[in-house]
């Protein structure tokens, strides 16, 4: 049911927000918890083999327990991870005393400058922070991003797609349909999330000075089919696989997607 509070996206009242849902939630186990959340981990893997060049300098700015981070390491990148949640650096840390394969591990928000110089990296991961982010905070990560960043770096940006999280929202009897109608204009359905259009992503690049190289759902939306989805088999699954990364960037699929995936360059 959509919360009918008012959404408080930005500033130091989201943070503590996020980091209090992020506290409740098991991000570690997310992307892997069923086939349909696979989709994201395989697609956004798959883009990261054709777009990201070897052995690139990257900063994961928005990593989590680290799922991307340290499968980039092992795939032979140098990658620095920072996530604004204390709980899933230490989670990091923890894997990093196994495994350690990071060149840098620390508690960053990734709207405020970090102790790395201008241009120090290839490749910047801003994967997660539009998800909670208003306009104005928004441009600022974007900001902070790009100073990180190579002139010819690569930036890639995560965000969730208002036109593919709405029906997901409405109730099966339509009765919440006023609360969504709201929150559609709103951009929240709950919070502390923020839900984007494509068009808005596109138009922030342009903002910015960047080229799109990809756009595209990273997901489709495999959550409207349910637990029938999730309980496919395996090679049915594979062969869905090969068929949504055939149309994962056309322009229909994107838009009604849950969540997209930008890749963007300076012009």
């Not at 994201?40 to 990593?63: L, N, Q």
């Not at 923890?94 to 110089?117: A, M, R, S, T």
């Not at 902070?144 to 009897?173: D, F, H, S, W």
């Amino acid at each position: 049911m959509l919360n009918q509070g008012k959404c408080s996206c930005g500033g130091e009242v989201m943070g503590k927000s996020v980091i209090q849902y992020y506290n409740a939630y098991d991000e570690e186990a997310r992307l892997f918890r069923d086939y349909g959340h696979q989709i994201e981990w395989r697609t956004t893997m798959h883009y990261f083999g054709k777009v990201i060049p070897p052995g690139s300098r990257i900063f994961d700015g928005c990593a989590g327990t680290g799922r991307y981070a340290f499968q980039l390491a092992a795939e032979g990148h140098r990658v620095a991870a920072s996530d604004l949640v204390p709980s899933y650096v230490e989670k990091m840390l923890l894997k990093q005393e196994k495994n350690p394969i990071l060149k840098d591990i620390f508690v960053g928000d990734i709207c405020e400058p970090n102790h790395y110089g201008d241009g120090y990296f290839d490749v910047v991961l801003c994967m997660g922070a539009f998800y909670h982010l208003e306009e104005t905070m928004r441009d600022r990560a974007m900001e902070q991003c790009l100073r990180l960043l190579k002139k010819e770096g690569i930036l890639v940006l995560t965000y969730i797609n208002l036109m593919g999280a709405l029906p997901l929202y409405l109730a099966p009897g339509l009765e919440n349909v006023e609360e969504i109608a709201e929150g559609y204009e709103r951009r929240c359905f709950e919070e502390p999330f923020v839900y984007l259009l494509p068009e808005e992503m596109e138009e922030l690049a342009q903002r910015h000075g960047l080229k799109i190289l990809h756009h595209l759902t990273s997901d489709g939306n495999p959550y409207l089919r349910g637990e029938a989805f999730a309980g496919a088999k395996e090679e049915d699954f594979e062969k869905y696989m090969e068929l949504h990364l055939k149309i994962c960037e056309n322009r229909n699929a994107v838009g009604g997607g849950l969540h997209g995936l930008v890749f963007l360059a300076r012009k």
